[in-house]
């Protein structure tokens, strides 16, 4: 009898295994920079009596939520470790998370003996289950209100926590999205209540153990409100987002710690999580690794571990981060990092047919919906600061397949491609309004710049079809109210037209992307390199580079030197102000 369990990857055969010897499928869902993962697998799945009871009666499978996110969102709890039970045929039984020997003992036991008695009642109830889920009538699209954004609104207020800011009570995790669409209303209406959620829950996140002033970046969450008890992971996806949200509210407030911990979060992603061999970034630092010693700094001699994993998504979102960061604090370098690294994900994580999750080595699990969208909002922004409009290309063909292959019938996408060979619950596609609004507010700004408007209805169609329940998410779902916004507040369209490398084109597109602007869409038509979309919007060409100034589709005004754009931007964006409800 070996001591330790013989984990398998959960694929067909695992299941196959599983339908042959009649044995319930035990899975594990872990995440890389998890210490109480570590704690499980080292302790309860090590006791002889627990490798014994999974050895005699179970097919055991371990899952990475990170490499696996179709897996964990469909049987994990949304907490790590998940340990959940399955039928031979994929279907969830039950679930658990940290348990020790004693009550992993008695949970094996109990699954084995309702597997052993009662299997075909449990066969029945999932299977009447799934066809009542079947039955439901499948809700009709909603036309988008504006009065939607004032909802979302009230959802981050009623849940905002006016002491030690963040949401809720309990645990406190940063929630970048919400801040983000916050800094929106208040530039965009003057909104006072969102300024005080955006200051307030910056200021003191930022004064907390959250904040690694010393290594720079925030660490995950906090298991106090206070924000003094940080569960010391850092993930590059969220301190990518945090970086944005710090660099706008730079902007917006002026405030030099946002700055510094904009530089922070920089710092970090460059001189810990990026590979030099490639320019892409690792998934995680260890929280474990990276824990203090004590205020005057962390254990020495201890370097951090790092799942050097590299994700799709985190990656494209670090590529946004980068961007904007080289624009505010003027950072050219920056600039050329963040190119570097989307050179790697085109060339690595994609094949002009389909976008990977991740790369190892090799690529692996193609047609997340996630890493689509966030690819191609990293390529629409590399666009506008590069000035390069052939970067529209990769990001169209993007579109399109996502389109073709994820479409919802009732309007929207689903978050994996179809798979015959998939069982159970790996069959359902789910529709998630996270990845939704991701992908529909690139759609919006894509067929801006595109100057193709059927990518623009299917942003509309994605988001109509989450219009009957998005209230349900609360604060959650702050990403789908900035999409919503950039529907009836249509985006401040700067188009510079002229030879892209001038000088002049340089500068005035550094001017366009410096200062904030809430749903600013850049774009630099060179004329010889892109006379299709230069005849597609209408412009002439000129001697010196010229900028032209439209809201939406609606012309507002043109701009020759950085002082007259930003002259012009000030007074087309009062003028809009003042005719907001």
């Excluded at 530089?263 to 630092?285: C, H, K, N, Y």
């Excluded at 980068?322 to 050329?336: E, H, N, T």
């Excluded at 002049?504 to 299709?532: G, N, W």
Aim: glycine share 6%.
């Amino acid at each position: 009898m070996t001591d330790t369990i013989r984990w398998q990857h959960f694929d067909p055969a695992a299941l196959r295994a599983a339908a042959a010897a009649d044995r319930p499928v035990l899975m594990l869902v872990t995440a890389p920079w998890c210490q109480y993962c570590r704690d499980l697998l080292a302790t309860t799945f090590r006791d002889p009596q627990v490798v014994a009871a999974v050895a005699e009666g179970f097919v055991a499978v371990h899952v990475d939520a990170e490499r696996r996110p179709d897996i964990n969102q469909r049987y994990g709890t949304g907490a790590w470790p998940t340990i959940a039970f399955l039928t031979p045929d994929g279907e969830l039984i039950t679930q658990d998370n940290f348990l020790d020997a004693q009550q992993m003992r008695q949970q094996l036991e109990r699954v084995a003996a309702a597997w052993r008695e009662r299997k075909q009642d449990i066969k029945k109830g999932l299977r009447e289950l799934w066809s009542h889920e079947l039955d439901r009538p499948v809700p009709s699209r909603t036309r988008l209100q504006q009065e939607m954004v004032e909802d979302v609104v009230d959802a981050i207020y009623e849940k905002f926590d006016h002491r030690y800011g963040g949401f809720g009570e309990g645990s406190k995790f940063p929630h970048p999205e919400a801040l983000d669409f916050a800094l929106v209303q208040v530039m965009k209406r003057g909104d006072e209540r969102m300024r005080e959620v955006v200051a307030v829950t910056l200021d003191r996140m930022l004064a907390s153990p959250m904040h690694d002033a010393a290594g720079g970046g925030l660490f995950r969450f906090s298991r106090t409100t206070d924000w003094s008890s940080p569960n010391h992971e850092k993930l590059v996806d969220q301190n990518a987002l945090v970086l944005r949200v710090c660099l706008e509210a730079f902007q917006v407030f002026g405030a030099p710690a946002y700055r510094a911990a904009a530089e922070g979060i920089v710092r970090w992603l460059l001189g810990t999580m990026r590979d030099p061999r490639t320019d892409a970034f690792a998934g995680s630092q260890d929280g474990d690794a990276d824990s203090f010693a004590g205020p005057d700094g962390r254990r020495r001699g201890q370097g951090p571990t790092l799942d050097h994993t590299v994700y799709c998504h985190a990656n494209a979102i670090a590529v946004s981060g980068l961007l904007k960061a080289s624009a505010v604090l003027a950072r050219p370098d920056w600039l050329a990092q963040a190119m570097a690294t989307l050179r790697f994900l085109l060339e690595n994580l994609y094949d002009g047919r389909d976008v990977f999750h991740y790369w190892d080595g090799t690529y692996h699990l193609p047609g997340m919906l996630a890493d689509q969208a966030w690819l191609v909002r990293a390529l629409i922004d590399a666009s506008q600061h590069s000035g390069d409009a052939d970067l529209l290309l990769p990001a169209e063909a993007i579109a399109e397949h996502a389109i073709r292959r994820h479409r919802a019938p009732n309007g929207g996408f689903y978050d994996i491609l179809h798979d015959p060979g998939h069982q159970g619950s790996m069959r359902r596609r789910n529709r998630s309004i996270l990845d939704n609004a991701t992908m529909a507010e690139s759609l919006v700004r894509l067929s801006y710049l595109s100057r193709r408007p059927e990518f623009y209805d299917e942003a509309t169609a994605a988001l109509e079809a989450f219009a009957g329940d998005y209230k349900e998410y609360g604060y959650y779902v702050a990403g789908y109210g900035r999409a919503v916004d950039l529907v009836f507040y249509a985006p401040l369209f700067l188009t510079i037209v002229g030879d892209r490398e001038s000088a002049a084109a340089i500068e005035l597109r550094r001017t366009a992307l410096s200062v904030y602007v809430p749903s600013r869409i850049v774009q630099s038509l060179d004329p010889k390199y892109d006379p299709i979309l230069l005849g597609r919007s209408g412009y002439q060409v000129e001697p010196e580079p010229v900028v032209h100034l439209t809201v939406g589709r609606m012309p507002r005004a043109t701009a020759r030197t950085p002082g007259e754009l930003l002259a012009a931007i000030e007074r087309v964006e009062r003028e809009r102000q003042t005719r907001l409800p």
